[in-house]
Structure formats: C-alpha cells, structure tokens
C-alpha cells in the first residue's frame, strides 16, 4: 500500500507542484490558523503523519500547543489535543465542527445513505440516529434485548466449557457472539456460527478491511482533485467490501418485504429493528448500508476493548482477584445475566480505566468545520478536517497521574464518566455525533467480561508469565492488540466460596 502511495505521488508531483505553487501565489493565506510544524512543498506533513499519527500528534502538541494544524497534501487538518481543546470543538463549535470527513475510499454513489460517515447532520442522518436511539439504546430496548443477549453468552460459555484446557482466541469468540447479538437484535437471526471459523473469517476480514481503508493513507484524500482516479484502487476495494457485508443482510430483507406483501400478521412486541425499518419506508439500499455500519461501528470496538480489558487484568493480577471478589461478593452465579452490574464500583472503574489507557478510538472519527469558525481563539476554515486526540488527552501526564498505569483506583471516588461531558475522558466522543450506542456497548462489556472472571480460571498458553503479556498497540480506526490475547479457559467450579 505505501508503495502504491510513494508511485503515485511520483507520477503526479510535477503536475501538483506546479498547481502548489499557483496556489501559493494565487490565495490569500489564512494568517490565524493553530501552529503547527511547517508543511513541505506539495506533500505538507504528510510524510510525518504516515504513521501512528495518534503518537506523533501527541507529541507535536507537546511543542506547539493543544491545537495544531497540518497540511496533508492540499488538505488541513486540525488537532485537538486537551480537554479544553476538545471542549471547544464537541460543545462551543459543536454545531460548526459536527460535519464529518469522508474517506475518498468510502465516496461511492450510496453516500447520502451513510449514518455514521454522514457529512453532515442531514434528515437522513437524523432518522437513522433517531429510530436508533428509539429502538436500539434505550433503557427500555437495552432491557427488552436482555433475553437474546443472555443467549448468546450462554452459548460462549457452552462453547468455553466444551473446549476447556484448549488454546483460543478470545477476539474471534467475542467477534462471533457480538455479531449473532446484533443480528438477532436487528433481524431475529443469526449470522455466525462459533464453530464456523470460515464465515466468521470472511466476515471480520471484510468489517476489518473496510477499517483499514479509512486510515489506509490515500493519494485522493490529500489531492481530492485525484479522487475521481482511484489511483490505489482504494474505492474499488471497499466497494467490494460494502457489497460483500451488504449480502448479509439483503436476502433477509428481501424475505421480510414479501412477507409483508402477503400481509402476513406481526404482533408490535415481536418486531424487530427490520420492521421498524420498513415501517419508516427505509429502501433496501439504505437498510444495507446503515445495517453494515452498525456491524463495522458497534463490534470491533466491543471485542477490542473486552480483548484489552483481559489483557490488563491478566497482567495486574492483584486487581484481578479485587474485581473476581467484588464480583463474588455482590452477585450470584444464576443471577448475573439479570443483575444491575452497573453498581459494582470497582467493576466498573476497571472498565473504565481499560478506555481511558486503551482507547479503542484513539482520535474521535474525523470531523469536517461546516461552516468557518473559532476554537481556542485560532480560525477553523470551512471543510478542514478536525481530529480529537482521545489517545493524547489520555496519556497526558498533566490530566492524569502516572498516565500509562492501569489503575482503576483513580475512578473510585470520582464523578468522571464517559457520557460525552467530562472532555479528559471522550472515549466514545461527545457532542451531536456522540457514539449512540454507547449503553448497548457498556452492558456487553459488562456481562461479558463478568461472566469470564466469574466463570473461568484464564492461563497463556505454554505456561507464559502474565506479567510479560505483550501490550503492544496497532494503530486503526480501533487502536487493536497487535498480537491476538490467546488463553486457556478452565471453568472455576467453587467460585461461590
Ligand atoms: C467500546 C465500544 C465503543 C466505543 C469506544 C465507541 C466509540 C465511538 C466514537 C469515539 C464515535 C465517534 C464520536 C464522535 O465523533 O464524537 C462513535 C460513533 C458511533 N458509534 Fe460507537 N463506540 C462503541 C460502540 C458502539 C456500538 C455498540 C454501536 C452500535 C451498535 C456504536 C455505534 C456508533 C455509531 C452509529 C456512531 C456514529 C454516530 C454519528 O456519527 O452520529 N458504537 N463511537
């Protein structure tokens, strides 16, 4: 991919120069934008950014300010890298910086369909977060979905139980009872089958290609003049991609709407998010589209953060066995899929701490400036790109004490909190564009990762030493494990002592 990138810059450097150059000459410069390291000739700071750009972000802050701009070829991007920063952005400018910056690979003929890469806060956009919210995220839908979502944990602890002693990967068995949750919430079907590797392989790949092209560097996102050339094929692929995911769902849609045309009689409580759907006159197209980015928004995120979540507790055994004691202590073993997980302190402080030191979306998806305005007292043109660091504003040593530690401790005692107004701790971001599906993710990552500390003993493989776990991060939309959490399960059967 770099080389695709690195040719075809070279093939179209001259050409671009010499537009640079007149461009230079010919527009006025915007003398109030944010410092930042100066740009190279045609390519800006581009070269800089290629990769982890979370880290290396954070560390021009560091130099220049909380809020910074770059050029990535004609581009610019701004980058918020502190609570105050963010705040300006997700509250004051909410409404100016609540466009979002479509990838080129991601500009296909569907693009007024799109929810969560909508450009800006459009009616379409607005009806899908609407009957989402409504159907999907609140307190009552959250508690209706509890049955199936119990289910599907069940059948991730059969499947555990069965294959005691052997060696898994806990992102893929996660990855398939998340997928069938979500499936059976939106279309009162499974997708996947947990001991079928093949269609969940074909699956995640596709969700994680499709991750991967976002952040892919692209020749046409810094040179939109090239986006019509798909110089690295990078529209192609996601659109095979889209289409692939989209098949998942298309026949169960086209089975619904024959239903529905031989009047075949619902009762309301047993419809599902499809029905909704159809009664709101949503076309297929669009029920594709908005079913396929609820799958690539609301599972890896889950699945990654559990992954990380086990992986620190593994590493800090003492805070391993506070948690298995508060768990043990506050709950019984046939109560916990009904049970208000939400009150075990420190439960929680760990799931929250797993956020904050690992958060799954390093830098909030990228949002467009609608309209020009101001933050921190510098000019955000129109249609610049602008990023929120939640990596930076999480390690930053200024907001928190001995940042790279996990230590839930610091949330004990403290009102900090996710829910989008306390800017040290975004990891599901704030504001309009807020991520909606927020309470579904807490109540999976809670009784997931309850369930496998209450019901499991965990070891590594060959006897490996927990404490010398490797951590390492792998930048993406998701800020992934780079080496796969594998362990052993074994079921604890005196956790009741
Ligand atoms: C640990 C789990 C999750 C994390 C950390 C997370 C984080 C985020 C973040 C940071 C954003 C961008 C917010 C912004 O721009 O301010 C977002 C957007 C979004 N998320 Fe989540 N998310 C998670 C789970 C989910 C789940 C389970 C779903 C649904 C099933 C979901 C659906 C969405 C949607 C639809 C958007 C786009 C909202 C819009 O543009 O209006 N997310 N998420």
């Not at 110089?231 to 289409?243: A, C, F, I, T, W």
């Not at 420190?346 to 830098?363: G, M, Q, S, W």
């Not at 496998?452 to 951590?471: E, F, H, R, S, V």
Request: glycine residues 4%; proline residues 5%.
């Amino acid at each position: 991919m770099e080389y695709n990138l690195l040719s075809s810059l070279f093939f179209f450097a001259t050409p671009l120069f010499l537009l640079f150059v007149a461009r230079i000459y010919s527009t006025p410069v915007n003398k109030n934008l944010p410092p930042g390291p100066r740009p190279w000739p045609i390519i800006g700071n581009m070269h800089q950014m290629a990769k982890n750009p979370h880290l290396v972000a954070a560390k021009l802050a560091k130099k220049y300010g909380s809020l910074i701009s770059l050029r990535l070829g004609t581009r610019l991007l701004v980058v918020a890298s502190s609570p105050e920063a963010a705040k300006e952005i997700l509250k004051t400018q909410d409404r100016h910086l609540s466009g979002r910056s479509i990838p080129d690979a991601f500009q296909q003929s569907f693009i007024d369909y799109y929810f969560v890469w909508a450009r800006d806060c459009n009616e379409h956009w607005k009806s899908c977060r609407t009957l989402c919210r409504a159907e999907l995220f609140l307190a009552k839908s959250i508690d209706a979905q509890s049955n199936l979502r119990n289910e599907k944990l069940a059948h991730l602890l059969d499947f555990l139980n069965k294959t005691q002693g052997k060696v898994v990967k806990i992102e893929e068995l996660v990855f398939t009872t998340l997928i069938n949750t979500l499936s059976n919430i939106l279309f009162s079907k499974d997708f996947l089958d947990l001991e079928d590797d093949e269609t969940a392989h074909r699956l995640k790949s596709g969700l994680l290609k499709i991750l991967e092209n976002t952040v892919t560097p692209n020749v046409s996102d810094f040179f939109p003049i090239l986006g019509g050339l798909d110089l690295q094929g990078l529209r192609k692929d996601s659109l095979n991609h889209l289409e692939e995911l989209a098949s998942f769902s298309d026949a169960i849609v086209k089975e619904r709407r024959a239903r529905i045309t031989k009047n075949v009689v619902v009762e309301d409580h047993e419809k599902d998010f499809l029905d909704r759907l159809l009664e709101n006159n949503f076309t297929t197209a669009q029920i594709n589209i908005l079913v396929t980015e609820l799958f690539i928004a609301g599972v890896d995120t889950v699945v990654t953060t559990i992954e990380w979540a086990m992986a620190e507790l593994l590493k800090n055994q003492n805070i391993m066995h506070k948690v298995a004691d508060e768990l043990k202590r506050e709950l019984n073993f046939n109560t916990i899929m009904t049970s208000d997980l939400s009150k075990l302190t420190y439960f929680n402080a760990c799931i929250k701490e797993t956020l904050r030191l690992h958060p799954v979306v390093p830098v909030l998806i990228p949002r467009r400036a609608v309209e020009p305005c101001e933050v921190m007292n510098y000019t955000i043109p129109q249609n610049a790109q602008v990023w929120v660091n939640v990596w930076a504003i999480s390690h930053d040593p200024t907001v928190w004490e001995d940042p790279n530690t996990f230590k839930p401790e610091r949330f004990l005692g403290s009102k900090i909190d996710f829910a989008g107004h306390d800017y040290e701790f975004i990891p599901f971001g704030g504001g309009r564009r807020m991520c909606p599906g927020l309470p579904s993710a807490v109540k999976s990552l809670q009784t997931m990762l309850a369930s496998l500390i209450l019901g499991y003993d965990w070891t590594l493989p060959n006897d490996g030493d927990p404490a010398k776990l490797d951590m390492t991060e792998k930048f993406g939309i998701t800020l992934q494990k780079a080496k796969p959490l594998e362990l052993i399960f074994n079921r604890r059967e005196k956790w009741l002592n």
